[in-house]
């Protein structure tokens, strides 16, 4: 048991031996270390005026990713390296090529964004070389600015490139000599859990399976973190009080995605930035639902057992999932067991987890010759929004036209991610028309029963639900047929 | 593929200029301290010793008399050191900003809002105190609430301020006499202003009860007063400051009274500095908003589509308080012409009381809401009678000439001098390629089963001038320091729209001396007295001009003192490139400050401006309220999935006039930044409140602005060339703070245009705002439903 927390501030080793298991990252910028350049714009992860780009190793080589500090949870940082804007300037007081980009491009107005912004152009630039408009949409989707309207920002991601007449030569940047920050990190990486707290309470961060099984039993009232993309919003939101926090990020076991043949064994704590590229290559419109989960910050450090644990209606992950007839491994001791993953949800903020339980992994099957899986998120925003409707379909036909199996779910549907067995069992077996079409999306409203909220009234869910079956139909039955707003258009007839 | 960055929007600095001269394209003023994370704002202020923390308890009820309230919990809370109620208020409880006693500082026996502030706790942290403010046990007796602007009309109109009417010719009979007539109702959400920074105030307590204020504020002088006010206290004891600000839209123009007396309450109360910063839900919860509107409007026309008469009723939801409802629905009056001329009109306001957040200033003022009337209006017109609404557009301009045509007079009874509207939409037109897309649009349309596009080009003219004449005055201080160097301050806030950086532009063209030697300093009502709100876009034109006027009594000092001790004529002192020229001698522009200083001539002066021109008598309905007008135009193209109700912008086009600009890339910014946020209020972004009037859209997770991608995939923005100012401002150019936020019109117009394809453009689709994917699908399905029931 290790009793002090290890990381890198820049290139200084901090070691903390108290610390209040639930103090975010920006509490501690702000207040303990007056590094006041991090912002506070919204404190849920939402806004990205906070964002700090955070290394850390993955396997063997160092990692840089946009996280927001404010729903970040200072203990999480163990064995890895926090940058904030003050790490950015040369020691003679020179700006670095994306803060430069960002003045000779005019990215900033009231300038309160954009620290955050020059975060998240950090981490692409570390990251990436000469992104395309897409990729930086995609890079800059988590930050908000309120009075540029983007585009001179895109400008400077452009631009960043250029800047110093480097043409993309990264040499002389200090960030980029990640052997040597990668050999510091390994020196901090340890097996022992680590378990730092105040004030009677705990974060207990083991690293390995067993450990963190063990941990679960030994601390049945614990809080299970992952990416703290929900939990985070507890503390800052509803100053909600953790006794004891489990943390599964060091675990590197859960972050392996394993390749079983037919299947894919996805670890609870792999992120969707994590999953992304190898879901995608199985599932193209599984890709682009990740691609539009949260913004990069939240798919940083969101997880897929998180998605899944917390049960949460609206999860993205699991109606997808369920369409492509997931299963979910559950571990709690020595034990385990796997289910249906649409058997877990129970009802509205009820899952079929024990005490001491916890998600090991999930295992998603790879597509089937000739089947077609397709998901819709809709939402008010086409970035960083909760969905009003996330639908999921899978679909083969048979040497006929007929339907020989569909699996339809529902995230926003029902109190949880649901199948629509009634559209389901209605549209088996039968020729795939636009008349049996229209039987199912008669089918689905008696399949669910949606409430109304800020995000959407009741009608809309069920009729937009109704209408992505009906798209489902012309993207399936129509190659012509534009369907599709954002994202790959290819990916309708894929 | 890369944009060319390298490409200038304006002639750089050469050797024959000075850096920063107006006109240049000149970076932000603090440009390299945002990037760096130095840029300081009121939380980033390092904190004096013994600073509380103050937080605020709310009211959970929309409308309630208090019938016993306990707050000892909160006192014996960790680390709270004082509780605050309405009994602990040494002056006036009172924060409106219009005399009217309306908005108390802390609500006592009646709470008319969820969300209403009841008490304040001071405790060591923030935490501390925020935890510490959940913990009041108040118990409330319930009272009808009135929440909608529908329910406030249907019942007793209570209103929160007298409403003005605009009459011009006699509109029944105008409507009577018409060809056509089309009547209908058009709603209008609110918005928020989401403002990076929330919103914040620290004071910090002197002697004799006096206090500094640093606030995130529009408007310092309104906060001094506010705070004298509330803490019965002279004005001159009561200091405020405002470096700059995290962004403000109008948020921050009466909004920020509350929190700055609050800390200065504390501060005034414990003797220890105190901060106050709310968390983004309380902000949203406890800040007023965009007033929503919903517009009964009729209108007469005649076959060509030429308006005769219209008569509109616009009823908004001004929340529980006046605030500034007055001028913001007299500004949507004002601009319920938009760019049209209307021989007859009768505009009427409705500013309704609701048991809502009493709504505030926003971008646009009233003026948005007004314009959207018109614009839908034309719409109408233009599928009643089967023709291009940009047609109908053109044809009902306000004419370019007041002596010849007759189409000058506004509602208000000022005539029009300055329309250019015309041929700025005629070179839109034209560059847009509007006639051609719209063929291409028609086309996509034919053969497209689930995505439709739409297509719509959408003027703007705004008026510049606070209606509120008084306000159109400002003052600056210039100092200029015996090393050259030279100290500006004015009466205007940063708040990122680069008004520091236009204005030492401005000092910078008078003395002629690179930028660089121009430093500005923080806003301060001890240096600037009696400052007007930075508002209604008159920042640049009020401080420039300010500005302008001090620097000006110093160099006319520096030049009597050149003449007289060189021998010259004051005519052979000239001012160049960093270089003051006596006659043929020529000496660095320090050496002269040096020289005077030596010769004891005052090297500091003040400088005051008030616009010329301007009236306003709100009782007659009659005057010239505005000095100018800014126009401008953009065509929006959009796409729209007629399965969901989801759409992009796939096209922008903008043309906007900031008549001779001072800063065309900071100008640019604005139009930009402007425009995305107009389209953000007309599309995506939605308050949605409860049925007890609890506001559930209340951070950015629910409440969405635009995010990077919804801004439009090929954005085209352009300043009018050549098109000084006709009047004479600040280096003869236009306000721009306002002007493009109207032009997000386009994408709303658009998107109706697209709606419209489903039913061959003969029914006007009535869509509202904000047109959020759910009111696009309503709106296809109700169209859908119409055009069956019209078919035989």
Redesign the interface.
Same mark, same amino acid.
Do not use: N
């Given at each position: 048991m290790r009793q002090r927390l290890r990381f890198y501030l820049g290139d200084e080793l901090r070691e903390i031996d108290a610390v209040d298991p639930t103090l975010t990252v920006l509490d501690w910028l702000r207040l303990s270390e007056r590094r006041v350049g991090t912002k506070e714009g919204c404190a849920e992860g939402d806004c990205g005026a906070c964002t700090v780009v955070v290394g850390r190793l993955d396997g063997d080589t160092l990692r840089y990713e946009a996280v927001n500090a404010c729903i970040r949870f200072l203990a999480t940082l163990d064995g890895c390296r926090l940058l904030t804007v003050e790490h950015l300037k040369g020691p003679d007081g020179a700006l670095h090529p994306v803060q430069q980009a960002m003045v000779d491009c005019h990215g900033s107005q009231c300038g309160f964004c954009t620290p955050g912004f020059v975060m998240s152009l950090l981490a692409l630039y570390l990251n990436e070389e000469r992104p395309d408009g897409q990729r930086i949409d995609d890079a800059l989707a988590g930050n908000l600015c309120r009075c540029t309207g983007y585009e001179p920002i895109v400008r400077a991601a452009h631009a960043m490139y250029e800047i110093g007449g480097r043409g993309g030569d990264r040499a002389g940047d200090r960030f980029t000599d990640r052997a040597a920050m990668a050999e510091k990190l390994k020196a901090l990486r340890d097996e022992e859990i680590l378990s730092v707290g105040a004030g009677g309470r705990r974060f207990l961060a083991p690293a390995t399976v067993p450990q963190l099984a063990q941990l679960l039993l030994d601390n049945p009232g614990a809080t299970i973190v992952a990416g703290a993309t929900d939990v985070g919003l507890w503390v800052t939101k509803f100053q909600r009080v953790l006794a004891t926090v489990v943390y599964t990020g060091r675990v590197r076991a859960l972050r392996r995605i394993e390749d079983r043949g037919d299947a894919l064994v996805i670890g609870a704590g792999v992120t969707y930035s994590d999953a992304a590229e190898r879901i995608a290559a199985l599932y193209p419109d599984f890709g682009e639902l990740i691609r539009r989960i949260g913004a990069e910050q939240v798919r940083n450090m969101g997880t897929f057992g998180g998605n899944i644990a917390n049960g949460s209606p609206i999860g993205d992950t699991p109606p997808a999932l369920i369409a492509c007839g997931a299963t979910l491994r559950l571990r709690r001791g020595e034990e385990t067991r796997e289910l249906p993953l649409e058997d877990f949800f129970l009802e509205y903020g009820k899952q079929d987890r024990r005490e001491g339980e916890f998600v090991e992994a999930v295992i998603l099957p790879k597509p089937a010759a000739g089947e077609r899986f397709r998901a819709y998120k809709i939402a008010k925003r086409f970035d960083q929004d909760i969905s009003a409707v996330c639908g999921a379909f899978r679909l083969t036909l048979d040497g006929e036209g007929r339907v020989a199996d569909i699996r339809i779910a529902f995230g926003g549907m029902a109190g949880t991610p649901k199948r629509a067995a009634g559209a389901e069992a209605v549209l088996l077996g039968r020729h795939w028309t636009e008349e049996t079409v229209r039987l199912g999306m008669e089918a689905l409203a008696g399949d669910y029963a949606p409430l109304s909220d800020w995000r959407a009234s009741a009608s809309y869910r069920a009729t937009v639900a109704a209408n992505l079956l009906m798209k489902l139909y012309v993207e399936t039955s129509d190659p012509a047929a534009e369907t599709r707003l954002v994202g790959d258009r290819r990916l309708a007839h894929a | 593929m890369? /944009?060319d +960055?390298t490409t200038p929007i304006a002639p750089a600095a050469t050797p024959d200029r000075i850096q920063g001269a107006v006109h240049d394209s000149r970076?932000?003023e603090?440009?390299?301290?945002?990037?760096?994370?130095?840029?300081?704002?009121v939380?980033?202020i390092?904190e004096p010793a013994g600073l509380l923390h103050v937080y605020l308890g709310l009211s959970s009820r929309a409308h309630a008399r208090i019938r016993a309230i306990d707050l000892s919990p909160v006192r014996h809370a960790p680390g709270v050191v004082a509780v605050f109620t309405a009994d602990d208020v040494p002056g006036v409880n009172d924060i409106g900003c219009m005399g009217k006693h309306d908005e108390p500082l802390f609500a006592s026996s009646l709470v008319e809002h969820v969300g209403q502030p009841i008490f304040a706790v001071a405790a060591e942290t923030r935490?501390e105190a925020?935890?510490a403010a959940?913990l009041a046990v108040i118990e409330y007796e319930d009272l009808p609430a009135v929440l909608t602007i529908a329910a406030a009309r249907d019942g007793e109109r209570a209103l929160v301020t007298p409403p003005m009417t605009l009459r011009v010719g006699d509109a029944d009979a105008a409507l009577t006499a018409a060809p056509h007539r089309v009547e209908g109702r058009l709603a209008i959400g609110g918005q928020e202003?989401?403002?990076?920074?929330?919103q914040i105030a620290m004071a910090v307590p002197g002697e004799d009860g006096e206090v500094l204020i640093h606030v995130s504020t529009q408007h310092p002088t309104e906060v001094q007063h506010i705070v004298a006010h509330v803490l019965d206290l002279p004005s001159a004891a009561v200091t405020v400051e405002v470096r700059?600000? #995290? #962004?403000g839209?109008g948020g921050k123009e009466t909004q920020s009274n509350l929190f700055a007396a609050c800390t200065a309450l504390v501060a005034g109360r414990t003797g220890r500095a105190a901060k106050l910063r709310p968390?983004?839900?309380d902000d949203f919860q406890i800040t007023g908003k965009r007033h929503d509107f919903e517009i009964d409007y009729r209108v007469g026309f005649d076959d060509s589509g030429l308006i005769e008469g219209v008569d509109m009723l616009f009823a908004a939801r001004a929340g529980y308080a006046a605030d500034l409802s007055g001028p913001v629905t007299d500004r949507a009056l004002f601009h319920a012409d938009n760019g049209y001329f209307y021989p007859a009109a009768r505009l009427q306001s409705l500013p309704l009381k609701t048991n809502t957040v009493s709504n505030t200033a926003f971008r646009g003022f009233g003026g948005p809401q007004g314009m959207v009337a018109a614009e839908r209006v034309i719409d109408e017109i233009a599928y009643a009678l089967g023709k291009d609404p940009l047609e109908i557009r053109k044809r009902n301009f306000y004419g370019a000439d007041p002596e010849t045509d007759g189409r000058s007079l506004t509602p208000y009874h000022q005539t029009v001098t300055d329309n250019i509207l015309p041929e700025l939409v005629a070179q839109l037109e034209e560059s847009s390629g509007y006639w051609r897309r719209r063929e291409e649009v028609r086309a996509f349309n034919a053969g497209?089963? +689930?995505?439709r596009k739409g297509l719509a080009l959408t003027p703007v003219k705004f008026g510049i001038s606070f209606t509120a004449s008084h306000y159109n005055q400002a003052g600056a201080l210039v100092h200029v320091y015996t090393d050259g160097s030279i100290q500006l301050n004015h009466g205007g806030i940063e708040?990122? @729209?680069?008004l520091y950086t236009k204005v030492a532009q401005v000092v910078a063209e008078e003395f002629q001396v690179d930028i660089a030697t121009i430093r500005p300093t923080a806003t301060n009502t001890g240096k600037v007295p009696n400052t007007s709100a930075t508002a209604a876009s008159s920042g640049s034109d009020l401080n420039g001009k300010a500005a302008q006027a001090a620097a000006r009594t110093i160099k006319e000092r520096l030049v009597a003192f050149a003449a007289e001790n060189w021998g010259v004529a004051p005519d052979a002192v000239r001012f160049e490139r960093n270089r003051v020229w006596v006659g043929d001698r020529d000496m660095s522009f320090a050496d002269l400050v040096r020289a005077a200083y030596m010769a004891r001539v005052q090297l500091s002066a003040t400088g005051f401006y008030k616009t010329p021109k301007i009236h306003w008598d709100r009782a007659a309905g009659r005057g010239t309220p505005f000095y100018y007008f800014a126009y401008g135009a953009a065509c929006a193209e959009v796409?729209v999935?007629t399965?969901?109700?989801?759409?992009?912008v796939d096209r922008v086009d903008i043309l906007h006039d900031c008549g001779r600009s001072l800063n065309p890339?900071?100008d640019? #910014?604005q139009i930009?930044? #402007?425009?995305? @946020?107009g389209m953000g209020w007309l599309t995506?972004e939605?308050l949605?409140w409860d049925g007890q009037g609890r506001l559930?859209?209340h951070?950015?997770?629910?409440y969405?602005?635009?995010?990077?991608?919804?801004?439009p995939r090929i954005?085209n923005?352009a300043l009018l060339e050549n098109a000084p100012n006709r009047e004479d401002t600040i280096f003869r150019s236009k306000a721009v703070g306002e002007p493009p936020f109207m032009l997000g019109m386009s994408v709303f117009h658009a998107l109706s245009d697209a709606v419209a394809s489903l039913a061959r453009h003969r029914l006007c689709p009535r869509l509202d705002a904000p047109a959020? /994917?759910?009111r696009v699908?309503?709106c296809i399905?109700a169209l859908r439903e119409r055009d069956a029931s019209s078919q035989p």
């Open positions: - | 890369a /944009p +960055i970076r932000h603090s440009a390299h301290k945002h990037v760096s994370g130095e840029a300081v704002y939380d980033d390092a935490d925020r935890r959940r202003h989401f403002y990076l920074e929330s700059r600000m #995290g #962004g839209f968390d983004r839900d497209s089963r +689930i995505l708040m990122g @729209q680069g796409t999935d399965l969901t109700g989801e759409y992009v890339v900071i640019k #910014g930009e930044g #402007g425009f995305v @946020q995506m939605e949605w559930r859209t951070a950015p997770s629910t969405k602005i635009p995010a990077c991608s919804d801004r954005f923005v959020t /994917p759910e699908l309503a399905a």
